[in-house]
């Protein structure tokens, strides 16, 4: 991005015209069709364009304001009516960095139809976003060029002049000059390829239904083209690397019968003709919805036989998302990026209905898999990141590009897309599906926001009694955070709950801040089996029972969005019966949020530590992935601030609770294997004899490989380690035998064996050569650090999009390093992603959120808070709050779980 001079600025039309925002009257614009006409030549770096916009104005004026970034404009003309009248107009950038066409002859643009054609020239980059260049490469080195689009959220104004809002919808005619070798595919089907001059075709197609700038794409290339078609007849084709055919098959099957379920979800067919998808090298994000024309990561598309089942169930799970936008975002726009939510929320929730079937029938998966799927990458992680101050609402106020490219975030993607589930928990799935449907119906070809799907949802009912839809969810939409709701129980029959927003910040006193209310849709279950559901509006709210309930459970099911805090007397009963039986009161969703919710209350001193550590007793007897996933990762957050007084007590306690449920029963279902892989991680972490030997013998059934005949001990560690070190030597002398990433990783940082490593890291591509740097991060040789992180710019050992994995790799084990990395090279950092990709808020998060010491995190801030910080600020103020309330919970609450492991020693 170059920063422009405040004030006004003339350019010449051969000036090179930056902008980057739109702003002001440009609502009034309703561009009615665009002329898109590119010529791409990836050998000469450079693309030329010719833009014909044919548009009215709502209300006269005497200025045009539309968009253009790193546009050489050669020739700007435009016109009024069918007459072609030809008007004089100057072009000037604004302090607001719009491009704005004043008229020379004192007249004004009046309320009618004009035409404007603008050519220009612009280069053709090895970026991530705008018109780019990427390539593959065959397995003898031959390099094939691929030129690809993408334009989402505001980047089409890098490729075309245009009105770059989503609402601005408009038909789109798209041409393409480009050499014979290559074959161009866009968002329609081609109408015709013709030969334009020696070597060289024009590719020609149709007009496009009324759609948003950010939608249009093309990509030109020489990929193989497979396609399967819909039960009502509409192509699906997938551009494919020669001889990657057969790793199609999961893709491609899952994009026709995503089209197909949400024809039927939704009650409206697939509107266009086609839909392609293009698995892509270099791309920056996961997938992306070009109506027609779905891009998306290689590495995160071509499956085979030894692709795990997890991983089938991702690439099912974003080409589903895609697949969703068709409707949701496509054939209804946002009419604002403050809407983003609208879109992304609803496509994240409905992509799991979608892929149900598909992974019940083709894989092990169950329906508990795409259960614990949606509260995984939905629920909990948005509650996380939803605690701390400096968080925003679902529906938020965006003004400039870069607060565009940060909201696509935790809060537009999970917390929307939960807030959702919620919804249609409330309202029942016949309700839910006849509103969205409805939705889709009403608005198709137009734009939404917030209060258009509202009032749509409202005409299924109320959502509880005379509360109207729009009331409760409005409420969740527009607040910053949630709420906690707590419980107290006054006598047998009778309990308080209270409300007040949770902040995770240990002892945080800010009234204002805390005392927000929320339309709280309490369920419960009391140890009677009986369940309750009632609103509950204000601060507080006296529930009385006509009969001893026992102890009560709220949050059935963990469908609100919400957390709940305990008194003794409450947690005690739950404890207890868990430990008793877990499963006789409580579903795995239940106990999920049970334990998510106790542990997180104790790490802001909102309860005492003791209440999580009795809670998690009853862990060596579940048998739930998700569960055990949100009792180690919350638990395991504070271990590495703990003091040296208290890490060996903690390590023990969690030593033994990981080994009482090495015994438990695995089956083959995918949460089943989770588990069991999370065991494992975590007792390699707590140095558990047995899960390092398990680590090794799975990998080794898995791979039809026999172990070595050496027998490890079950009781020292110098017997595992010197099976690791057997296993390592091996692999040393023969690269291909194959060893767990625990086993490479223990060389690096045990034996401090690299050279193979090295040799392996530098002669394969990615990502198979991520667990090459991973294990490297773990060094222990400041050398290989600086080498490592040097590296990742300078040679192409992993992705443009994906530069900074190994920043933040080396960040796990080398925080202050990889953040002194980060500050010496912050502006080629910057450069690459902090304008125009939100993975630079991945990078501020993480680099910021492993430091370990007040005085690294205030070194950090000091320097960050004096740079430009792009579409990372948002992450970089939420990795501040996130490692202050882990040093403030040190300091207030050590003691605490200290004493509780001094009064409960283990056996070990």
């Known amino acids: 991005m170059v920063l422009m001079d405040s004030g006004w600025r003339v350019l010449s039309v051969s000036y090179l015209l930056v902008l980057s925002v739109v702003v002001g009257d440009i609502s009034d614009v309703d561009p009615e069709r665009y002329t898109l006409m590119f010529s791409v030549y990836p050998e000469t770096g450079v693309f030329t364009g010719s833009t014909d916009i044919q548009f009215s104005l709502l209300t006269d004026t005497r200025e045009l304001t539309l968009n253009s970034k790193d546009l050489n404009i050669v020739r700007a003309l435009i016109y009024k009516g069918k007459e072609r009248e030809n008007i004089p107009v100057i072009y000037t950038l604004n302090d607001k960095e719009e491009l704005v066409l004043t008229r020379t002859d004192e007249k004004r643009f009046r309320s009618d139809p004009y035409f404007l054609r603008m050519q220009y020239r612009a280069e053709l980059k090895r970026e991530l976003n705008g018109i780019y260049l990427t390539e593959y490469k065959t397995e003898d080195g031959e390099v094939h060029p691929i030129v690809a689009t993408h334009f989402e959220p505001t980047h089409a104004r890098k490729a075309f002049p245009c009105f770059d809002q989503p609402q601005l919808k408009s038909e789109f005619t798209v041409m393409v000059d480009h050499p014979t070798k290559f074959r161009v595919i866009s968002n329609m089907p081609k109408s015709n390829d013709r030969v334009v001059r020696s070597a060289t075709i024009r590719s020609e197609f149709l007009p496009t239904p009324a759609m948003s700038t950010y939608l249009v794409a093309f990509v030109m290339s020489d990929l193989e083209e497979t396609t399967v078609r819909t039960n009502r007849g509409v192509a699906i084709s997938v551009y494919n690397r020669p001889g990657k055919r057969q790793a199609t098959k999961t893709g491609i099957e899952t994009v026709r019968q995503s089209v197909e379920f949400f024809e039927n979800y939704l009650g409206r067919v697939f509107p266009l003709p086609k839909l392609d998808v293009v698995p892509l090298p270099d791309f920056a994000i996961g997938g992306m919805e070009n109506w027609g024309l779905i891009t998306i990561r290689e590495d995160m598309f071509y499956t085979d036989n030894d692709t795990p089942p997890e991983s089938i169930i991702l690439t099912r799970a974003i080409l589903a998302h895609e697949v969703a936008h068709m409707w949701f975002g496509d054939l209804v726009s946002i009419t604002s990026w403050n ?150 129980k006054l006598n047998n029959r009778k309990y308080r709950l209270s409300q007040y927003r949770f902040i995770n910040k240990p002892n945080f006193k800010d009234n204002k801040t805390v005392m927000k209310r929320w339309p709280v849709m309490i369920t419960l279950r009391t140890e009677r089996r009986k369940v309750h559901k009632f609103m509950m509006n204000g601060g507080t709210k006296i529930v009385s029972f006509n009969y001893d309930p026992g102890f009560i459970k709220l949050n059935i099911n963990s469908t609100m969005f919400i957390r709940v805090n305990y008194d003794l007397q409450s947690i005690t009963g739950i404890a207890e019966q868990l430990e008793a039986d877990h499963e006789r009161y409580f579903t795995e969703d239940d106990r999920a949020g049970l334990v998510s919710d106790v542990i997180t209350m104790a790490t802001v001193n909102k309860c005492p530590m003791s209440y999580a550590m009795n809670m998690i007793r009853y862990l060596p007897k579940e048998t739930s992935y998700m569960v055990w996933d949100q009792a180690l990762s919350k638990i395991s957050s504070i271990a590495e601030s703990l003091s040296n007084r208290t890490k060996p007590l903690f390590n023990t306690y969690m030593k033994d609770l990981i080994t009482k449920a090495s015994v438990l029963k695995q089956t083959d279902s995918i949460s089943s294997g989770l588990l069991s892989n999370l065991l494992s991680y975590y007792g390699v972490v707590y140095r558990i004899p047995e899960a390092v030997q398990r680590r090794i013998q799975t990998a080794k059934d898995l791979l039809s490989v026999s172990p070595s005949t050496t027998t490890p001990t079950a009781t020292s560690y110098q017997g595992e380690d010197e099976r690791a070190d057997e296993e390592f030597a091996t692999w040393e002398k023969d690269t291909s035998y194959q060893v767990t990433s625990a086993v490479l990783t223990y060389g690096v940082a045990e034996l401090g064996k690299e050279e193979k490593l090295w040799e392996k890291l530098e002669s394969t591509s990615y990502p198979h050569n991520q667990e090459y740097y991973r294990s490297l991060s773990a060094t222990k040789n400041p050398e290989t650090v600086t080498r490592l992180l040097e590296g990742s710019l300078k040679y192409d050992w992993v992705p443009l999009q994906n530069k900074y994995d190994i920043l933040n790799s080396v960040s796990g084990y080398h925080p202050a390093a990889a953040f002194k990395f980060l500050k010496g090279n912050y502006d080629t950092f910057y450069e690459l992603y902090g304008e125009t990709q939100f993975n630079f808020g991945n990078i501020l998060h993480t680099v910021v959120g492993n430091l370990k010491t007040r005085q690294d995190l205030e070194e950090a801030t000091t320097f960050l808070e004096s740079q430009k910080l792009g579409t990372g600020e948002r992450a970089f103020r939420i990795a501040v709050d996130e490692v202050s309330s882990v040093l403030d919970w040190r300091d207030c609450c050590e003691e605490d779980l200290r004493d509780y492991l001094l009064a409960h020693p283990t056996s070990n």
Do not use: C
């Not at 029942?428 to 509202?454: I, N």
């Open 339 to 488: 809407n983003l939510w609208l879109k992304e929320g609803a496509a994240n929730m409905l992509m799991y209905p979608a892929i149900e079937q598909l992974i019940t029938k083709n894989t092990h998966a169950t329906v508990s898999d795409i259960k614990n799927s949606l509260l995984q990458v939905s629920r909990y992680p948005a509650l996380d990141y939803d605690s701390v101050i400096n968080t925003h609402p679902v529906a938020m106020n965006i003004s400039d590009p870069a607060e565009a490219a940060a909201a696509f975030d935790a809060i537009s993607y999970s917390k929307s897309a939960a807030l959702l589930d919620m919804l249609r928990s409330a309202i029942g799935d016949d309700r839910f599906r006849a509103g969205v449907g409805k939705y889709v119906r009403e608005f198709q070809y137009g734009s939404a926001s917030l209060e258009d799907f509202l009032k749509t949802m409202d005409t299924t009912g109320p959502v509880y009694r005379n509360v109207k839809i729009s009331d409760f969810m409005r409420s969740w939409l527009t607040k910053t955070g949630y709420p906690v709701v707590s419980v107290t």
